[in-house]
Structures are given as C-alpha cells and as structure tokens.
C-alpha cells in the first residue's frame, strides 16, 4: 500500500519539545529509575550515553544501578533462549530491581523492549514480570504494547502494524520477519496477534493516533480507568506521538496506576523524556576512542534484507571474506576460519565473517532456537580466536541475537555504554568495557531488519574516516 494512504486524514503533528521536558522533570520528580529489559542489544537504537548491563545473573550491578542510574538497560537475550529459561531469568531481574529502587526511594518502571517486527516471548515476559512485581508488592495493572519505531518504518495506524519503506507499507504479517522459524504469526493487526499470543488477562483495547493527537487527556482517563488486566494497543506513526503517550502514561502513573511496557526502541527514548540523540555527536564519540586499523564484520542474521546489504557491502569495500560453514560449527569445528580472520586482520584487511547463507530450520519452534544457539556459539568461538591474535579495530555485527552474542561470548564483555545511534534508522555505536577483548574500540550494533540495500556500506562509509590514524 502507498505510504500515504497509510498516513491519509491524520490530524496535524507538531512534535513539541515542551512535552518531552515535562515528561523528563516528572521522571526527576518521582526518582523514576526505567529498568528497560532488552531482549537483544538493539533496544540501545534511540538513545545515547546510557549504560548497558550485559550479564543479567549479576545482581549486583543492578543494585548498583539503582542508587545513580535514571535509566538503565539490561541485556537479557531472551529471544536466544528457550521459553523455560526466560521465566527464572527475568524474575529474579525484577524482584532484586524492586527491592533495589525501594532501598533507594526510587519509582521503579520495567519497560520490556522487543523487537519492532514482533518476535520473542511477549506473552511469557509480560506474564513473568507481572508476576515478580505481584511478588514484591506491586500490583501491575495492564500491558501496554508500543511496538511503532518510526525511525526504521514501523508504523502502526489502525491497529495494523506496517514495515514501511520510502514510498510504500506492508502489513507485517506479510514480511520475512512473520515467517521466523522460532517466533513466526499471521498476524498484523496487533489486537489480534496479542489474542493469538495466549488468554490476555483482561480485554484488549486500541488508542487511535487521532485520540493521542487530538484528545491527550482522554488517552489518560482511558488509562486511568481500565480494568485489571487491559492491554492497550497502542497505534503511532511519528515521534510526536510517541511522546504524547509517554506524558499519558507518566499522569495515570502518578495516579497510582503501574503498566508494564512492551516496546520498540523509539518508547524507550519518549518514557525518559529525552530528545532524540543526533547521530554526529556519536561519530564525535567514536572518533574520541582514536579506533586504529582494519575492522571485522560479523553477520549472523540470515534475512534477504541482510543479504542484500552484505552483498552490496563486501563488493564496494573489497571486504575479504572469510565463510563457516554451518555443517563444520554444528560439529564443533570452525574449520580453520578464525586463522583465516586474524590473517587478514594481521596483514590490514577488513573481515566479513559470516556463516554460509543456507538457512537450517527444525522440525519444531524450540529446535529451530537451539540450532541457531549452536551455529552462533561457533560463530563466537572463531570472532574470539581471530580477535585474541590480532585484536581488530572495531566490530561490526550484523544481526540482533549475533550482535549480543559476539559482545558477551565472543569479546567478553560485561557491560558496555551505549555512545549513541551512528545513523537515524537504528545503528549503534558501543564501548565495551575494559576487560573485554575490545576495549576502548568501537562496537557496532547493526539490527538485521534495517535500511536498505546501501546501508550496510553506509556505516562503513561512515566508519572509514572515524578509524583512519589522525595526523601525527
């Protein structure tokens, strides 16, 4: 459909800074703390200087947080792991983040960041989390579902959630992305897809951009006055948008009502009240870590959008490319490849390390998770062999979960502090900590459904003058 039908008969936006300054002074007010739960690294896309917790077992980073963070971001990776696994995992995360913020006098918020084309365990995180904060004496009164990342072309109007390019939408039920083998749906109208995602524990209700625009203090009543257990579907094709809810949601919360968030990376930014971060302060940021020499592309993310974008790349940039082949890592061997990366690393060539472009599914949903699981360990274990001979100048990595995994398994990272997005339509740029294997150098989060055919060599055109060794 013609983008412009999608946004036809919307009242005017006027985006208004005023509303996101109020938004940040009540979160000063209350000593709002925003837990954001990430369930891959790329949650970081809209904002900047934040930190990044990346081992969600270490408890007391979390605490620590909570005395002097306004918001923090854990990556917990649940969308890499199996559906026992995220229960544990996330509510110990929020029972310790309870107790933390009331030891503090902190007005704890959990806003659980998913991905903007609907895949993971929405309905088992927002269950678990509803139920650790009943555990810690706080009574969650509903869900809200955010999923709109304008930035990327995620819009939703109508209920209906669109992956949307220059001139044209597509309902998202008909893209690549539903037919993912581990966390697939038919669905693009989100009040049906959140029906088709279990028994809802209440109704599920729609508030229309024109309300948002047009009636704000009624979106606030409506939240105020819901019954236990509403989700509420939020629809939104802007950041002014985004940022009108967040002041709805921030007056009914001061009225004592408590909704858990389920969002894209674009809420995230609006519920802090902050202003979206300009991608040249983060150039200036990576220029600031002086990266010297050639780099290392990682892909993990098998969509024809990354295909496309690595294509283009490794022809423009004469990457020396270097493939696993997938039957060798599922058997525990990586063939040779991590000599063939620190080689060319050593000898001052940019590495395009991906696995070969076959895709292997399962029989069933968590078959298709541990086989993925597997292939992307091997991954990992030739990123950290290649990196520990010759340590490269940056990273770039290719894909959610593979982004998540290189940081944490691969260079061993802990945490890490978000410098900012390097370009509007969803790229970050990270700083590992000092103990991992990429200290000081800059990590690159690139997100697997972004951009275009051009966009993987466009952070490359990008990076090459931040890398290039100053004038002496």
């Known amino acids: 459909m013609p983008r412009n039908h999608v946004l036809a008969g919307l009242p005017a936006d006027e985006p208004d800074a005023g509303t996101r300054r109020a938004v940040a002074a009540g979160n000063r007010r209350r000593h709002t703390w925003l837990l954001v739960l990430d369930d891959d690294p790329t949650g970081t896309q809209c904002v900047a200087e934040v930190n990044v917790l990346l081992d969600p077992r270490d408890t007391s980073a979390l605490r620590a947080a909570a005395a002097t963070d306004a918001m923090t971001v854990v990556l917990t990776n649940t969308r890499a792991r199996p559906a ?4 544990p995992l996330l509510s110990r995360l929020v029972r310790t983040a309870a107790d933390a913020a009331r030891s503090h006098g902190r007005d704890l918020r959990v806003l659980l960041r998913g991905d903007s084309t609907l895949r993971g365990h929405y309905r088992l995180e927002t269950e678990t989390v509803r139920a650790a904060l009943a555990a810690a004496g706080t ?10 990342f304008p930035q990327a072309g995620r819009l939703t109007r109508g209920d209906v959630h669109w992956v949307c390019g220059a001139d044209t939408c597509v309902p998202v039920a008909e893209t690549e992305f539903a037919a993912d083998a581990t966390f697939g749906y038919a669905e693009s109208d989100l009040r049906e897809w959140v029906a088709a995602r279990g028994d809802a524990a209440g109704p599920i209700e729609s508030v229309d951009v024109e309300l948002i625009r047009t009636r ?15 989700t509420f579907v939020v629809n939104a094709v802007s950041d002014g948008d985004l940022d009108r809810f967040a002041a709805a949601l921030q007056r009914a919360e001061l ?9 894209g990376p674009s809420f995230v930014r609006a519920r802090a009240g902050r202003h979206e971060p300009r991608p040249e302060t983060t150039r200036a940021g990576v220029r600031a870590m002086r990266p010297d020499g050639p780099g290392l592309v990682v892909v993990g993310s098998h969509s024809a959008l990354t295909r496309r974008q690595v294509e283009v790349a490794a022809v423009r940039h004469g ?8 039957d060798d890592l599922l058997g525990g061997s990586p063939g040779g490849s991590a000599e063939r ?7 001052g060539r940019t590495v395009l390390l991906q696995t070969t472009r076959a895709r292997r599914t399962a029989a069933t949903a968590d078959a298709s998770l541990a086989l993925a699981t597997r292939v992307s360990a091997g991954l990992c274990a030739i ?3 290649a990196c520990r001979h010759t340590t490269p100048g940056w990273v770039v990595a290719k894909g959610g979960i593979t982004s998540a995994d290189v940081a944490t398994r691969a260079l061993r990272a802990t945490s890490a502090r978000n410098v900012g997005p390097l370009t509007r339509q969803g790229v970050s740029v990270w700083q590992l900590d000092p103990a991992s294997l990429l200290p000081d150098r800059p990590y690159v989060v690139f997100p697997g459904n972004v951009g275009d055919a051009d966009a993987l060599s466009h952070v490359l055109d990008l990076t090459k003058p931040l890398i290039e060794r100053p004038p002496a």
Do not use: K, W
Not at 139 to 148: H, K, R, T
Not at 319 to 326: C, G, K, Y
């Open 84 to 87: 026992g696994d995220v229960p």
């Open 139 to 148: 009574a969650a009164d509903g869900v809200v579902l955010v999923p709109a």
């Open 216 to 230: 704000p203090a009624a979106v606030v009543s409506r939240l105020r006055r819901a019954r236990p257990g509403t």
């Open 255 to 263: 009225d004592g009502r408590t909704y858990i968030v389920r969002c």
């Open 319 to 326: 990457l020396s490319t270097v493939e696993a082949d997938i």
């Open 341 to 347: 990366a620190a080689d060319h690393l050593a000898a």
């Open 383 to 385: 990123v950290e062999s």
